[in-house]
């Protein structure tokens, strides 16, 4: 039953919000999930997409739009519930009042959300800057080496001014200290070895070209995009929203270059510099590639670490669910989230895990 599938998916992005911190989220998931089941507004604005992969994250998208209605002050009813817009979020228990805006807003706006449906959900999430930055520290060999930085799946490349942020856990500081962004206990259960050296090494990192890729890349600076970027920010997660405020304003000021591209297309054309570090790296994007353009993806890679060596440096980062997870889809299960990186021909080592938002970050304890 094509309303069940659809159903379905909603229940497992409610049980994903409620592991990753958004109460507010997983209770309006579920009643959707009913809502869905019954034939109501939600079911209605959906009735195109009941054939949808869970990979397609049609869950995020619809709330993604209905949290732009709230912020662009089209629902107020909702709006009252939802943080993000200055409102009170209810206790999960108590949030018949916040489903029934909710359901009111997708029953005024279906010819709205249903354009904002066709959009893929980008949330460009600031914190999981910290594991690539990481990653970068313990990358860059040596002190003052430019690094050449190139991005898959850059939706708006905030990413790509990630040593503009700071970054702090218990024993480790990084990064400008008037940062507007301040990613906080980065790390649990100690800072690894590796990156208290790596951050001794590099009080700075000098990053010379700042280049990503995505299929539908958002200008953060118009008005448009950054509501976008907004909207898919949970409501009830206030410290995310800080952080992806402040990355707007360092993106205002730090320019970067994001292409409309594939992955692979994009890597087909970067080469190696001589006297310079190439990094690639990305973060949760692996899942939305079709394989065989990742399996053309791993050949470019493998193309630029055969090039690379002494005088030209070349590494990649990730920050992905582990292989055999990449599949899953948003909100199925709790996949084993870690941090590789691979130096030139070296094998891919495994250096942390972490949450999928990207704090608190752990040390991979295999590697002791």
Same mark, same amino acid.
């Given at each position: 039953m094509p309303r069940e599938h659809v159903a379905e998916i909603f229940v497992r992005q409610a049980r994903a919000c409620e592991r990753l911190g958004s109460p507010l989220y997983a209770a309006l998931m579920a009643r959707a999930a009913g809502d869905v089941r019954d034939g109501g507004p939600c079911a209605r604005v959906l009735a195109g997409h009941v054939d949808t992969a869970a990979e397609d994250a049609l869950p995020l998208r619809l709330f993604g739009a209905v949290h732009a209605l709230a912020l662009t002050g089209r629902a107020p009813a909702l709006a009252a519930h939802y943080p993000s817009a200055g409102g009170q979020a209810p206790e999960p228990r108590h949030a018949d009042e916040a489903w029934?805006?909710?359901?009111?807003? !997708?029953?005024?706006?279906?010819?709205?959300? =249903? +354009?904002? $449906?066709?959009?893929? %959900?980008?949330?460009?999430? !600031?914190?999981?800057?910290?594991?690539?930055? =990481? +990653?970068? $520290?313990?990358?860059? %060999?040596?002190?003052?080496?430019p690094v050449r930085l190139f991005e898959l799946g850059s939706s708006a490349g905030l990413n790509l001014r990630a040593e503009q942020f700071r970054y702090a856990a218990d024993g480790y500081a990084w990064g400008p200290v008037d940062s507007p962004v301040l990613l906080t206990d980065a790390w649990e259960g100690g800072v690894p070895d590796w990156l208290a050296a790596g951050a001794a090494r590099h009080q700075a990192l000098r990053i010379v070209e700042r280049r990503g890729c995505d299929p539908s890349p958002i200008d953060p600076l118009s008005a448009e995009g950054s509501l976008a970027l907004r909207s898919y920010v949970w409501a009830d997660q206030p410290r995310r929203l800080k952080r992806l405020d402040g990355a707007l304003r360092i993106a205002a000021k730090v320019p970067a270059t994001v292409e409309a591209a594939g992955a692979a297309e994009f890597l087909s054309g970067v080469e190696l510099e001589p006297g310079t570090l190439t990094v690639v790296w990305h973060s949760i994007m692996r899942q939305y590639v079709p394989r065989e353009e990742w399996r053309a993806v791993r050949r470019e890679l493998d193309r630029l670490a055969a090039a690379s060596g002494p005088d030209a440096g070349f590494a990649v980062i990730a920050f992905?669910?582990?292989?055999?997870?990449?599949?899953?889809?948003?909100?199925?299960?709790?996949?084993?989230?870690?941090?590789?990186?691979?130096?030139?021909?070296?094998?891919?080592?495994?250096?942390a895990t972490a949450h999928p938002h990207g704090l608190p970050a752990r040390w991979w304890r295999a590697r002791e």
């Open positions: 029934a805006a909710f359901r009111e807003a !997708v029953d005024a706006e279906r010819e709205w959300i =249903a +354009g904002w $449906l066709e959009r893929p %959900p980008q949330t460009n999430e !600031v914190g999981r800057a910290s594991l690539l930055l =990481a +990653g970068l $520290l313990y990358a860059v %060999p040596t002190a003052q080496l992905e669910p582990r292989e055999d997870d990449a599949d899953t889809g948003p909100g199925a299960g709790e996949p084993d989230f870690r941090l590789t990186v691979r130096c030139g021909t070296g094998p891919e080592e495994v250096l």
